[in-house]
């Protein structure tokens, strides 16, 4: 995977990295079909480049200055991790990638986003969801009012198949989320974060998606939750095919199941390499897994810590 991040502090541990670069061949894809999607990945080995973020710059309100020169590759039928701090700029990324940032006052002043080989930095958000990039937002915004099985219908607004087809996916959703399958007729609202989380994923596939932009799914939830969520992640990518790009902070589920992972500091890429790379990397065990050689750090450890990141000397 070639890398165009251009800042220095970027450009040491990256080099470090150089040499594991993500290939589809060595992710064990199986073959598997999705009610009809055009799901050319699933089973079929590739290192082809689905998404590439180059170089971006991102500002908010004209001033702001988040995102300092991101770039990054999603390859297809890959789970690609985006890690970070409160406020590293990953859901800027995201949001940067699915054109959700007008909404927010924020622009991309510099650099491209290219997937499938066309430019799609200057394209509204629906033309995007029609071309299979969705963004499941922080936060699981469901329809409150709507019931589980109505909301996951809001997903399939854009498609132009018939009801049958749709009808086949909504199936094909819950045997994926069985708990959605039982609250289907339950009100959004009154479901557990949980169920809503599940929710706002399985709306997400209703719309077909070839990329899922997926923001902080563990967020707020219990940790047994986050693993049933995150063992679906990695099934649908598997089975399914679905490229996913996940924004997390919590980097030990995330790493579990990403074939490649990129650390943001500051609207910067600190450190990227595969994610079986980077869940051994000492800085990383230390300041993103709590873990170091001497084991876990007690939060009275972590107060007094002082030795810099390395990728920071
Ligand atoms: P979190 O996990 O808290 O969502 P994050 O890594 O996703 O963090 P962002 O939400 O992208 O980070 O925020 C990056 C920086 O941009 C933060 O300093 C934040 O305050 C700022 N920011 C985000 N949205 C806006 C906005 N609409 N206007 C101005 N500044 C913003």
Redesign the pocket.
């Known amino acids: 995977m070639q890398r165009k991040t251009t800042s220095r502090r970027a450009t040491a541990p990256l080099k470090a990295h150089s040499k594991c670069g993500l290939r589809i061949a060595d992710c064990g894809i199986r073959s598997g079909s999705f009610a009809g999607y055009p799901l050319r990945l699933a089973g079929v080995k590739t290192d082809k480049t689905l998404l590439s973020v180059n170089n971006i710059e991102v500002i908010?309100?004209h001033v702001?200055l988040?995102l300092k020169g991101i770039s990054l590759e999603v390859p297809e039928g890959g789970i690609v991790s985006l890690l970070?701090a409160?406020?590293?700029?990953?859901?800027?990324t995201l949001k940067a990638i699915s054109s959700l940032l007008h909404a927010?006052?924020?622009e991309i002043t510099k650099g491209s986003i290219v997937y499938r080989n066309a430019r799609i930095d200057r394209l509204d958000p629906s033309t995007l969801v029609k071309r299979g990039v969705i963004q499941v937002m922080?936060g699981r915004h469901a329809f409150g009012h709507l019931t589980c099985e109505e909301n996951l219908l809001t997903g399939a607004y854009t498609r132009q198949d018939s009801r049958v087809a749709i009808q086949r996916d909504l199936e094909m959703v819950y045997s994926y989320f069985p708990r959605l399958a039982e609250r289907r007729h339950a009100k959004a609202g009154y479901v557990s974060g949980g169920e809503q989380q599940m929710l706002v994923i399985g709306r997400a596939l209703m719309a077909k998606p070839q990329l899922i932009l997926l923001d902080?799914p563990s967020m707020g939830l219990a940790p047994q939750l986050v693993k049933e969520i995150f063992d679906i992640v990695w099934r649908l990518n598997k089975e399914e095919g679905v490229s996913f790009l996940i924004?997390e902070?919590n980097a030990t589920v995330a790493l579990r199941i990403a074939d490649y992972g990129y650390i943001?500091e500051n609207g910067r890429v600190v450190l990227d390499g595969r994610g079986a790379t980077l869940r051994e990397n000492e800085d990383v065990k230390e300041f993103y897994l709590g873990l170091s050689t001497a084991g876990r750090r007690s939060y009275r450890d972590v107060k007094h810590y002082r030795r810099r990141k390395r990728w920071l000397a």
Do not use: C, H, P, S
């Open positions: 908010y309100d702001i988040v970070g409160n406020g590293a700029g990953k859901t800027t927010e006052r924020g922080e902080e924004a902070q943001l």
